[in-house]
C-alpha cells in the first residue's frame, strides 16, 4: 500500500509562483499530479517516470509548470510558475506501478489533495 501526501498550496497572485510537493510512503514508479477547479472534472496535469527521465505534461500547463522527483526522499515536486487565476484548484498527487498515462483511473493511489488559489 502506497500513502501519499500532498504539501505546498496557498493563495498565490496571477504571475506568481508555487511548488507542490508530495511524499511517498512507498515505492512508486509513475507519479502524476490532477487538478479539479470547482465544478469541473479532475483533469491531467503532469507525470514523471521512476527514473525521472521521462515527463508529460497538460498541453494548458508546458512550460509554466515542471514536474521532478527525489526518489532518495521519495518526494515529487511541482513547480508551478506563472500562475493564472484558471490554475486555481485542487491539486491532487497520484501514484501507479507502471509507465506514464494521463487517465486518472489507471492510477490507483492518491492523496487528499491541496488546494491552489490564484488571484487576479
Known amino acids: 500500500q502506497v500513502q501519499l501526501a500532498e504539501s505546498g498550496g496557498g493563495l498565490v497572485q496571477a504571475g506568481g509562483s508555487l511548488r507542490l510537493s508530495c511524499a511517498a510512503s512507498?515505492?512508486?514508479?509513475?507519479m502524476g499530479w490532477f487538478r479539479q477547479a470547482p465544478g469541473k472534472e479532475r483533469e491531467f496535469v503532469a507525470a514523471?517516470?521512476?527514473?525521472?527521465?521521462?515527463?508529460y505534461y497538460a498541453a494548458s500547463v508546458k512550460g509554466r509548470f515542471t514536474i521532478s522527483r527525489d526518489n532518495a526522499k521519495n518526494t515529487v515536486y511541482l513547480q508551478m510558475n506563472s500562475l493564472k487565476p484558471e490554475d486555481t484548484a485542487v491539486y491532487y498527487c497520484a501514484a501507479r506501478r507502471d509507465t506514464i498515462v494521463v487517465l486518472e483511473f489507471l492510477y490507483p493511489y492518491w492523496g487528499q489533495g491541496t488546494q491552489v488559489t490564484v488571484s487576479s
Open positions: 514523471i517516470d521512476w527514473s525521472g527521465g521521462n515527463t
Open positions: 512507498g515505492r512508486t514508479y509513475t
